[in-house]
Each structure stands twice: as C-alpha cells, then as structure tokens.
C-alpha cells in the first residue's frame, strides 16, 4: 500500500513474511528504507496512524498523511 506523506514524498508498505517493510519509491526502482521500522503486530488498519505519528513533524497547515492506493 502507499502512502502520499503531507505532499512532500511517498512511501510504499508492504508485509513481508511477518514484517512491514517501507520503501521509497523511485523511477522505476524501490529503496528499501531499513530505518524506518514498523511494528509487526499492526494491522493494515493501523498504519496511517502509525506513520503519522512517527512523521507529524513533516507536516504543514492543509495537508495530510493519507493513503493514496
């Protein structure tokens, strides 16, 4: 799943085995983002929160965290 981060970049979630895995999607390419660490017993349904939590400081007055797929 994606993610738009408050309009500055994306970022792509996926489960790997029993992990979430976070990249950064580029042309063509993905990079694997080994410091961003996603608890493995969130849900699907609990990742938005997660990420804002985590990247709230990126934000400006008028634009989101959401998911974009």
């Known amino acids: 799943m994606r993610f738009d981060v408050f309009g500055r970049y994306q970022l792509e979630i996926r489960r790997v085995g029993t992990e979430w895995v976070a990249y950064r999607p580029g042309t063509g390419t993905l990079l694997a983002l080994p410091d961003l660490v996603i608890p493995p017993e ?13 990247l709230h400081e990126l934000s400006e007055p008028g634009r989101s965290l959401r998911r974009v797929d």
Do not use: N, P, R
């Open 42 to 54: 969130l849900t699907e349904a609990q990742l938005a929160g997660y990420l804002f939590d985590l």
